[in-house]
């Protein structure tokens, strides 16, 4: 085995193990709080479909890419390989729908004050389940036409013209034609990304106003303190920040390697990295920024003292 080779299994394998780490400790958190009767947040059943999908998407290639860089390269069966790939993929545009989900759904609830935003709020609580629901199902169609190309290099079919993507390839076809579907394919994660920056830019108006109004009306003899809601939205902001950050800078590395032809082994395992920094990241964040996490783990803990009883003396 080549160092470049077990250095990159090693980088592969330190992010699989502590993301996934991170996204099941989220996820026992939230269902320890759910069994024990504690009342959970509308956000918090978006950031369980996020941790899911995020789980999805560090399975489904971090394994196999951490395998196949310490020369475990005769796996997966073709199945097997359409299967990770269709997963990572559907994992991927999961991560996108819900953060932009959890953005909107932010933005929405910080402008409650005003009675239009309130009716919008109780309407957007409503709808989360079916949202959530539509984005899996939104992603499954549509990343199942990728696997169809998709097959393992061990593969016995006679397929002359493919590229190589590591442990599995792809048939390679006109270059028009793949542009033209990625193009096509790609609508729902642009608009997702155009919705979720506008929220953003919502939330930071609203902070900034509220920033403003605080400085007019805040004592002398008092510490100014940040109220729940909006450490909630500066994680949150905190929480998309990263998430344009690592998609922006895989989408480019993705239109790089479709450019090419046969892409290096450098270019499609920087590519893979990065497309699990943000899984990795984003439970170690939401754990960071938001701060009623720790009081809530306790929370079904507290036990209350009995009432004293009051006896005729």
């Known amino acids: 085995m080549a160092s470049r080779d077990l250095v990159i299994g090693m980088l592969f394998l330190i992010q699989t193990v502590v993301g996934i780490l991170g996204n099941f400790s989220l996820l026992y958190h939230h269902l320890f709080l759910y069994f024990t009767g504690c009342r959970l947040r509308s956000k918090d059943l978006i950031l369980n479909h996020m941790i899911v999908a995020n789980s999805l998407t560090l399975l489904c290639k971090g394994v196999p890419q951490t395998m196949a860089a310490f020369g475990w390269n005769h796996f997966p069966s073709d199945l097997g390989c359409k299967l990770l790939f269709c997963l990572h993929r559907v994992g991927r545009g999961v991560t996108l729908g819900t953060t932009c989900l959890l953005s909107i759904f932010q933005a929405i609830t ?3 004050r005003n009675s239009r935003w309130a009716e919008l709020k109780v309407k957007a609580v409503s709808v989360i389940v079916i949202s959530l629901f539509l984005c899996w199902i939104l992603q499954m169609l549509i990343n199942v036409m990728y696997a169809v190309f998709v097959s393992s290099n061990w593969s016995k079919k006679n397929i002359t013209n493919q590229k190589h993507f590591g442990y599995c390839s792809a048939v390679r ?5 793949d542009s033209l579907y990625a193009a096509l394919l790609s609508v729902p994660d642009i608009f997702c990304f155009g919705l979720m920056l506008w929220a953003s830019g919502l939330m930071v108006f609203i902070l900034y106003r509220h920033k ?10 008092i510490s100014p303190r940040s109220s729940p809601e909006s450490r909630a939205t500066q994680g ?5 920040s990263t998430f344009v950050s690592f998609y922006s800078l895989s989408s480019i590395f993705q239109i ?3 450019i090419f032809d046969n892409p290096n082994w450098l270019l499609l395992n920087i590519s893979a990295w990065i497309n699990g920094c943000f899984a990795t990241a984003c439970p170690f964040i939401l754990m960071n920024r938001d701060s009623s996490m720790p009081r809530l783990c306790f ?3 507290r036990i209350s003292k009995p009432p004293k009883l009051i006896t005729n003396k």
């Open 110 to 112: 910080i402008s409650s």
């Open 173 to 177: 076809h006109d270059k028009t034609r």
């Open 212 to 221: 403003q109004r605080v400085k007019h009306i805040r004592r002398t003899n």
């Open 236 to 240: 949150i902001l905190v929480l998309v």
């Open 256 to 258: 790089c390697i479709g």
């Open 299 to 301: 929370a079904p803990l």
